[in-house]
């Protein structure tokens, strides 16, 4: 693997994903269900990184549209949307046209086949890529065309994979053409150099973002993530039926972790497996749209592992300057 090349401009780091996408450094700030607005992409985009917002955070394709018409207005740096891509999300035809029509720079799928995105951005030269928890998955996406993979591993918030990065990585670049960028856990420069020494070609943070000023999130939600340690991070299947990362908060307690037999068997059956991803995908939504926008006695707060890391609340581009800053002091240290 090629070292990562350090510029003279204010110590930028020169990956693949630097490279592919024209930004200063790395760092992609993960788009983020009801986190990640427009002032916290416009300052991780302006701060030299990517910043990240999923589609499903407007009510409507028009506001979705123009969302992106105001982060573009406000930076000319490079940007990312997050669509779900399968049957459950029946916005995705018109927030695919929508990316389209205005060209974000950087498309993130996930939850489903990336064909027809990877072809309709690769045609107004938008890059593509693709959430990926295994092996399989990713060389699937890699045959469609996609631009890189996002390697999800355990410690991620959401949906995490069950990989370990230190595993997950090597991995996929053993078998990969593509960028691999690395997701799970991390919330530190040091980290983000471990990653770049595995073979990634960038990293993708999330929950290091919601303890930021510009996050659009209860005060609650984001003190929570200060306090937490890795161990009060726990997989709960109660809110889309497959395990999704969650802060282990009184409520989660109450709720329990796992579905029953009962829901197990929709979840899996022919006849009824799509209605239910529907189904969860709404009361999932909805739970997770009134624990962050205010107190609520059901705190339904998504984190990773990172959180055990996180110990303040900053402005994104600081948060972004102290990660290169402690990516270099890393690099430094480092036997010769």
């Known amino acids: 693997m090629a070292a990562p090349k350090i510029?003279?401009?204010?110590?930028?780091?020169?990956?693949?994903?630097?490279?592919?996408?024209g930004c200063k450094y790395p760092i992609i700030a993960g788009p983020m269900f009801l986190v990640s607005y427009v002032d916290l992409?416009?300052?991780?985009?302006?701060?030299?990184?990517?910043?990240?917002?999923?589609?499903?955070?407007?009510?409507?394709?028009?506001?979705?549209?123009?969302?992106v018409k105001e982060i573009k207005s406000l930076t000319s740096k490079p940007f990312a949307v997050n669509l779900?891509?399968?049957a459950a999300n029946s916005r995705q035809v018109p927030d695919l046209d929508i990316c389209v029509r205005h060209k974000v720079p950087l498309v993130i799928t996930s939850l489903g086949n990336p064909k027809e995105a990877i072809r309709r951005m690769h045609e107004v030269g938008c890059k593509v890529f693709c959430d990926v928890t295994t092996l399989k998955y990713a060389q699937k996406c890699e045959e469609l065309g996609a631009d890189g993979v996002i390697a999800v591993s355990s410690g991620?918030?959401?949906?995490?994979?069950?990989?370990?990065?230190?595993?997950?990585?090597?991995?996929?670049?053993?078998?990969?053409?593509?960028?691999?960028?690395?997701?799970?856990?991390?919330?530190?420069?040091?980290?983000?150099?471990a990653a770049l020494l595995l073979g990634a070609g960038g990293v993708q943070i999330g929950t290091r973002f919601i303890a930021s000023n510009?996050?659009?999130?209860?005060?609650?939600?984001?003190?929570?993530?200060?306090?937490a340690s890795p161990d009060d991070i726990v997989l709960t299947k109660k809110i889309s039926g497959v395990p999704v990362a969650v802060i282990n908060t009184p409520y989660?307690?109450?709720?329990?972790?796992?579905?029953?037999k009962f829901e197990e068997f929709l979840h899996t059956n022919e006849r009824t497996k799509k209605y239910m991803k529907m189904l969860r995908h709404y009361i999932g939504s909805e739970s997770l749209r009134n624990a962050v926008v205010g107190p609520t006695w059901k705190e339904v707060w998504s984190?990773?592992?990172g959180s055990g890391?996180?110990?303040?609340?900053?402005?994104?581009?600081?948060?972004?300057?102290?990660?290169?800053?402690?990516?270099?002091?890393?690099?430094?240290?480092?036997?010769a």
């Open 303 to 305: 984190a990773g592992q």
């Open 156 to 193: 991620a918030g959401g949906h995490a994979g069950p990989t370990s990065p230190l595993v997950l990585i090597p991995h996929l670049k053993r078998h990969l053409k593509i960028p691999v960028i690395a997701a799970g856990g991390i919330a530190t420069g040091e980290q983000i150099a």
């Open 7 to 21: 510029s003279n401009d204010s110590k930028a780091i020169s990956t693949e994903l630097t490279r592919l996408l």
């Open 252 to 260: 989660i307690k109450k709720m329990g972790l796992e579905i029953t």
């Open 309 to 335: 890391l996180i110990d303040d609340i900053l402005p994104a581009a600081e948060i972004v300057e102290r990660l290169v800053k402690e990516y270099h002091e890393a690099v430094s240290r480092l036997p």
């Open 41 to 67: 992409v416009v300052k991780v985009s302006e701060a030299g990184g990517i910043g990240g917002t999923p589609s499903l955070n407007w009510r409507t394709a028009e506001e979705f549209e123009a969302a």
């Open 84 to 86: 779900i891509v399968n």
């Open 214 to 227: 510009e996050a659009r999130v209860d005060a609650n939600y984001k003190n929570a993530i200060v306090n």
